[in-house]
């Protein structure tokens, strides 16, 4: 069992910037890829990135492509999601992911594990 923490959420004017992080409890973490979603209210919760076990290949919504950059590092456990020019649409509770598997695979919503989520909130 993984357990997957969520951390750097908060509010931000529109244009700004977060770095959300996703700490997890077990080493089997770097054995598997990780991704982040996210659900906004009254919406059905979405795909956003993920990335690799090893970090060489990443994948991304197309509303975020070129805003978002997905990364890890094994080595703390720790998978990251840093957000570029904000918008009010990205507001939203933003969920880290793992499961095995190709990380398209995990983009359908394929996931083993959840984190209880971090609010992010862009203020226009």
């Known amino acids: 069992q993984v357990q997957l923490v969520e951390s750097g959420g908060g509010l931000v004017q529109a244009g700004g910037a977060l770095r959300l992080s996703c700490a997890a409890s077990?080493?089997?973490?770097?054995?598997?890829?990780m991704g982040w979603f996210r659900q906004a209210p009254g919406k059905e919760r979405e795909f956003v990135a993920a990335?690799?076990?090893?970090?060489?290949?990443?994948y991304y919504a197309d509303s975020v492509k070129g805003r978002f950059t997905i990364s890890r590092d094994n080595a703390k456990k720790t998978g990251y999601l840093q957000m570029n020019s904000l918008k009010p649409e990205d507001t939203a509770v933003y969920y880290c992911?793992?499961?095995?598997?190709?990380?398209?695979?995990?983009?359908?919503?394929?996931?083993?594990?959840w984190g209880q989520g971090t609010q992010v909130t862009v203020s226009s």
């Open positions: 990335i690799t076990w090893g970090g060489e290949s990443t």
């Open positions: 992911a793992a499961a095995p598997g190709p990380i398209v695979r995990m983009a359908r919503g394929n996931v083993d594990y």
């Open positions: 077990q080493r089997t973490f770097n054995n598997l890829p």
